[in-house]
C-alpha cells in the first residue's frame, strides 16, 4: 500500500474543507478524482503535501506505512511525494535549471547519495524534456515566468519527469491545454507509470482519462468523497452531470 | 577574463599558499587619538613627501570644522573620535598551529562558502606548509602586469614610486572637503590600493587586492586610487567573500577612480565585514566614498556591489559623468539582516551632453535590519540628451524589517529623459510551498529565490566573484524566514 488516508478532516481559518476522507491508492494504480469547483480537490492534494496553512483536526495519513503528518513539506517531497500544481508559481530569476538542480541534489542528499555532477544532470534534463517533447529553450527560461499556461502545465509534468516521485498529484494539470499538449502530458504520465508508483489525477475532463486510463475514479463532493467506481463512473459524471450525484445522495 | 588570469588564480588557489609574505616588523602605534601631531607621526612613519603632509594637515584642519552627516537613515551611535588608534605599523598576524585553533563558527561559515582548506588556513592566519612559494605566484603576476607597463602596488608604494601620479590626482575626484569621512581618510589613511593602466591597454587580469603585496595591512582607513588611459580598460575587484572581523570598529574609505577618453573601469565590489552578532552587539561601521569621473569621452565606469556585512554601511559610489558620451553604471545588492543597518546607494552626475546612466539596486531586510536606497540623478543644463535609468527595488522577508527609498531627480534640460521605476516585494508563502514541495528546505528556498531577485546585479560580477557572492546571500539570510 502507497497511500491510505482515513477518515481525514481538514480546515483552513476555522472552516472546515476536508470532512472525513478515505482513500486508499496502492502501487502501479492511478486514481482520477472529480468533483465540482470548490470542494476540496486542491485542498486535498495541498494536505497531502503538507502545505501548513491548513490544519489538519482529525483523521490520519499513511504514505509507504508511515505517517505522513508529522514529516515537513520538504520531508515529503524527498520521500518521493510530487505535487503538480494547479497554479504554478513563478519564481523570477531562477531558471529552470538551477531549480531542478538544486531539488534533484537536495533530493540525493536526503537520500544519502553524492550531488549529481553538471554533465550526468545536463544529459537528464535533455532526456526528460524529450520526453515531455520540450523542445524550446524553456529551461534555461526562469521558473514559470510570463509562461502561457500551457508552458506551465507541460513545466510541471517534466519536473516530476525529474524527480521521479513514487506518488504522484496531478492537480488539474489538463487544464488549459490544447490537444497536442494534452497528449503529451498524458504520455509524460503514462511512460513514467510503473508498478512500482501511484498517480492521484484531479482534473475536470473525462476527456484526460480517454489518455491516462484510471483504475479508480472518485467524486469528492463537498469535502467527501461520495462515490467511487471505475474509468466508466467519469464517463457516468460528464453524461449526466454532478446534479446525479446530488440527487443521490 | 584573459588565460593570464586563469593561470595565475590557479596556481593560486589549487596550490598551496605560505602564509605571512611580510618580513617580520616590530609593531609600532600612533598615541591614542587624533591631533596634527597624530597626522604628522603616520606620515614620518611613512616617509612621505611632504606635499603629502601638507594635504594631510589640511585635511585634517578641515574635518575640525566638519559634523558627522546627520541626513542618512540611520541611527550611528555616538563615536569617540579621541579614542582611536590611527596607525598602527604592519605587525605580523599570529600563526596559529592548525585550523583547530580557529572559531569553529567561522569554520563552518568557510565551509558553505566552498572556501578550500588551504585557503581557510591563509584566512583564517594558520601557518601552512610552502609547496607553491607564494612569492613565485606574486612574481608570475607582476611579470604579466609589467609586459603591459600596468602599475599595480600598495598606495605607500605608488607615493615613493610614483609621487607624480599621486600628487596630481588624489583628491582630484574626492577632494578632503567632500565629507566628514572624506576628510577623516584624507588625514589619517594608511595604506590601500593604486592602480595605473597605461594608454590602450586592456589589462589581462581582473585585479584583485588579494594579489597585491601587503594586502592584508590596508587598515581601517583605506585609499584607493584608479588611474585608466586614453583607451585602456580594467575590471577591479575588492574585498572577499569570507567574513572579515577586525578589531577596529570604524572604517573610511576612499576610493577615487579617473577614466580619461575612451578608458572603461570596472570596479566590483563583495563587502562582507563582521555585521555584528544576532542582537545588534557589535560589527563594522563603513563609511566609504567612492567615485569616479569619465574624464574623456566615451569613458565608462561601472559599480557593482554585494553588501551583506557591516553593522552600518554608507556607502555611495558615484560617477561624475565629464566627457560627452560618456556612461555611468550602478548595480547594487545590499542584504541587511538583525540588526544591520545600510544607506547606500549612488550618485549620476551628468555634466557630458549624450552622457548616460544606469542603476540597478536591489535591497533586501530580513530581521529588524533596516535598508534604504538613496540616490541621485543630476542632469546639467550642458548634458543635452542624456538619459538615466534607474530601477530600485526591494525585498522584504518578515515584517519587523525597513526599506526605504530616497530617490533625487534634478533635470536641468528638457532634451534628456530621466526614468525612474521602484518595486516593493515579499517571498511569497507560495513561492516557499512550491521549492519545499521539490525538496528543497526553507533556507536554501529563500537562498535561491534571493539569488534570483538580485541576478541582475550577479551577473555583472567576475564569474569566480559570482559563484562565491551567491553562497555568500544565502548564507547571509540563514534564519530570517520560517
Ligand atoms: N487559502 C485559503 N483561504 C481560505 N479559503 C480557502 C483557501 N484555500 C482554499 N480555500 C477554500 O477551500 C474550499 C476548497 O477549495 P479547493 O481549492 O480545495 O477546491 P477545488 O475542489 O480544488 O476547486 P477547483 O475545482 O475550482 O480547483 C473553497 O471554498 C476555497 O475557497
Ligand atoms: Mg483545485
Redesign the pocket.
Known sequence: MLLKITNLHAS??G?E?LKGINLVVNKGEVHAIM?P???????LASVIAGRD?FDVTEGEVLYNAKNLLTLSVEERAREGIFLGF?YPVEIPGVSITNFMRTAVNEIRKYRGLDPMGAGEFLKMMEEKKKLVEITSNLTNRSVNEGFSGGEKKRNEIFQMAMLEPTLAILD?TDSGLDIDALRVVANGVNKLRTSENGFVVIT?YQRLLDYIIPDFVHVLFEGRIVKSGGKELAMELEEKGYDWIKQQL | MGSDSNNIIDAYTSGEYKYGFHTDIETEYAPIGLNEDTVRYISAQKNEPAFLLEYRLKAYRHWLTMKMPTWPHLEIPPIDYQGIIYYAAPKKKKELSSLDEVDPELLETFNKLGISLEEQKKLSGVAVDAVIDSVSVKTTFSETLAKHGIIFCSFSEAVKNHPDLVKQYMGSVVPYTDNFFAALNSAVFSDGSFCFIPKGVRCPVELSTYFRINAANTGQFERTLILAEEGSYVSYMEGCTAPQRDKNQLHAAVVEIVAMKDAQVKYSTVQNWYPGDKNGKGGIYNFVTKRGICKGSNSKISWTQVETGSAITWKYPSCILLGDNSVGEFYSVAVTNNYQQADTGTKMLHLGRNTKSTIISKGISAGRSNNSYRGLVRISKNAVNSRNYSQCDSLLLGDKCGAHTFPYIQTENKSSIVEHEATTSKISEDQLFYCQQRGIDTESAVGLIVNGYAKEVLKQLPMEFAVEAQKLLSISLEGSVG
Open positions: 483552513i481559518k472552516k474543507i468533483g469547483n470548490g470542494t476540496g480537490k486542491s485542498t496553512v494547479q488539474e475536470h
